[in-house]
């Protein structure tokens, strides 16, 4: 069955960075996108980006821009979430998903989430 | 960015009873809404794409309606393990948004 399975909690300090992994399974891996959506403590869930994992592309929310990079590895079958210059706002659960790369963008599966927190 | 209201934050029920979940669009994403369910310590479910649509092995309970601007989750009749947060999400531009959620907690 299609697997979505993500790198376990971390604790970062203001100021560092994290990079998250999914390591997916049972399905083929480069005809979906996969994303990453940010959820804080009492905030909704916020949309990240995406990363096409057949030819590497990449679309990011215009509010993660600057801190995100997505990256994937077709040969692990395995997409990376990278961010940069994390503040207390960005203690949260972190999820990948994926949809078909043509569409339609509905999130199915998940993975089980990352816990990052950052503290001083 | 389209921005989705949920309503109500919380909804207490009993089982057996029925849930009526609202989301509205801060502009009109035609059909292109999708309905997630989410468990403490889980990650969401997608119950219900493009509206009115149920995912595979989502139970005929649940059901969803609308287009345009304002969209509805309604689960028939509430069994104990439907006491969860219930979001709202659009597919019909970037970004994609959720909305903040709706509580659905036992009476």
């Known amino acids: 069955q299609v697997q979505l399975v993500q790198s376990g909690a971390e604790v970062k300090k203001p100021g560092a960075s994290v990079k998250v992994s999914c390591k997916t399974s049972?399905?083929?891996?480069?005809?979906?996108?996969i994303h990453w959506v940010r959820q804080a403590p009492g905030q909704r869930l916020e949309w990240m980006g995406w990363?096409?994992?057949?030819?590497?592309?990449?679309k990011y929310s215009q509010k993660f821009q600057d801190r995100v990079t997505i990256t994937r590895d077709a040969s692990a079958t395995t997409a990376y979430m990278d961010l940069t210059n994390l503040s207390s706002e960005d203690t949260a659960v972190f999820y990948c998903?994926?949809?078909?790369?043509?569409?339609?963008?509905?999130?199915?599966?998940w993975g089980q989430g990352t816990l990052v927190t950052v503290s001083s | 960015e389209i921005v989705l209201t949920q309503s109500p934050a919380t909804l207490s029920l009993s089982p057996g009873e029925r849930a009526t979940l609202s989301c509205r669009a801060s502009?009109?994403?035609?059909?292109?809404l999708g309905w997630y369910q989410q468990k403490p310590g889980q990650a969401p479910r997608l119950l219900i794409y493009?509206?009115?649509n149920r995912a595979t092995g989502i139970p005929a309970r649940f059901s969803g309606s609308g287009s345009g601007t304002d969209f509805t989750l309604t689960i028939s009749s509430l069994e104990p393990e439907d006491f969860a947060i219930y979001y709202c999400?659009?597919?019909?531009?970037?970004?994609?948004?959720f909305g903040g959620g709706t509580k659905v907690e036992i009476k």
């Open positions: 049972g399905y083929t891996f480069t005809t979906y996108l």
């Open positions: 493009d509206a009115s």
């Open positions: 990363v096409n994992a057949g030819n590497g592309n990449t």
């Open positions: 502009q009109s994403v035609s059909r292109f």
């Open positions: 999400q659009h597919r019909s531009d970037w970004p994609l948004t």
């Open positions: 998903a994926r949809t078909p790369a043509a569409g339609p963008h509905w999130f199915d599966p």
